[in-house]
């Protein structure tokens, strides 16, 4: 048995997936712009911290989930896996396989977490993945929510 004190401050984490509402079609294809091919290596990474409240503390993954399906019926590509053509281009095969949810926990309060003044801390916060090696099973689209950042 571990012992709470040993565990890593981001711990348990947990796949998901959520996919669009409607079913897309196999033949739905996204063309990818130069500049997307131009940003193919560059991630954006995002923390949002929120302080403790009646409507946070009782927010579950499945909350966060739901308006998903909807959002995913109009942003579909990014549920979409990355194929390339014949001539090596690579598009979004919009084949419905979905966004990448991964839930973590954390066994530490807001406060204890904002006073560490360690910089590279917050990417315990966010996902390392990154696309591929294998690019037709890797989403573009990671989500980690850790609502168990115990906040006082």
Known sequence: MVVEAELPAVYGHKLST???GNV????TVYELANI???MKLHYLRSV???K?????DNLTTKDLKEPMFPWLDVYYPVSGRIRRTDAGR????????GVRIVETKCGETLEEWLEIKDSSRWRQLVPEKVLGPDLPFSPPVFV??????LIL
Do not use: M, R, W
């Open 18 to 20: 959520v996919v669009p």
């Open 24 to 27: 897309t079609g196999e033949t």
């Open 36 to 38: 997307d091919l131009v």
């Open 48 to 50: 949002y911290y929120f």
């Open 52 to 56: 403790a409240s009646e409507i946070i």
């Open 90 to 97: 690579p598009f979004v095969k919009c084949n419905d396989c």
């Open 144 to 149: 980690q929510v850790i609502l168990h950042l």
